[in-house]
């Protein structure tokens, strides 16, 4: 199993909407400054600063040299971002819900917004993007197995994340999520 995010400070420290959108850019960019990263995400500059700053205080990420000027790079670090709501403490329970609250939220925004703005890319794109939902009886070990089979599949294409020399012509940036959650039907 892949590593995993631990610790009710650290998931709190992310449980953030600007923070999760500093991590997102900053994970397909080498580096970004404040005011790069505020341009990518819509905030502020000095709102990015303090959340990159906030972020460094608990290793997701790092200043990189220093440009021109008060030009002030910042990085990713390689920290898992995967986490489970299963803790052994309430605080750290409860941080862990904080965050896939924020995520949730995120996510299902992106989502709408990419929706509601699809049917002007170009048809073949058209085909291939949208969604689709499958409903499945399983046990645990068989949901634990079928989610483990499709991040590796997925994981096939990490090497294009933040080298772009890897990624072929025509590529393009396309996210996938992926959630298991309990169908409620009148019969479980």
Same mark, same amino acid.
């Given at each position: ?8 400070? *650290? ?13 997102? +850019?900053?994970?397909?960019?080498? =580096? ?11 905030? =502020? ?58 995520? +949730? ?10 929706? *509601?703005?699809? /049917? ?16 499945? /009886? ?13 991040? *590796? +599949? ?23 999520? +992926?959630?298991?959650?309990? /169908?409620? =039907?009148?019969?479980?």
């Amino acid at each position: 199993m892949a590593a995993r995010l631990q610790g009710a400070a *650290a998931m709190r420290a992310l449980a953030h909407p600007t923070r999760i959108a500093l991590m997102e +850019v900053l994970r397909v960019h080498d =580096t970004l400054t404040a005011t790069e990263a505020s341009a990518l995400i819509g905030q =502020t500059p000095t709102n990015c600063a303090f959340h990159l700053r906030a972020l460094s205080r608990f290793g997701f990420v790092e200043e990189v040299g220093t440009g021109p000027g008060r030009r002030r790079p910042w990085r990713a670090l390689d920290v898992p971002l995967a986490f489970s709501d299963v803790q052994d403490d309430e605080q750290s329970r409860a941080a862990a819900r904080a965050l896939s609250d924020v995520l +949730v939220r995120h996510w299902l925004e992106r989502v709408q917004s990419a929706q *509601a703005s699809r /049917y002007a890319e170009p048809a073949e794109w058209q085909d291939v993007l949208g969604g689709s939902g499958t409903v499945v /009886y399983g046990t645990v070990d068989e949901v634990r197995e079928m989610v483990t089979d499709i991040r *590796a +599949v997925l994981s096939r294409y990490d090497d294009r994340l933040r080298d772009a020399s890897a990624r072929p012509e025509g590529s393009r940036s396309v996210e996938l999520l +992926v959630f298991a959650q309990r /169908y409620a =039907t009148s019969e479980s």
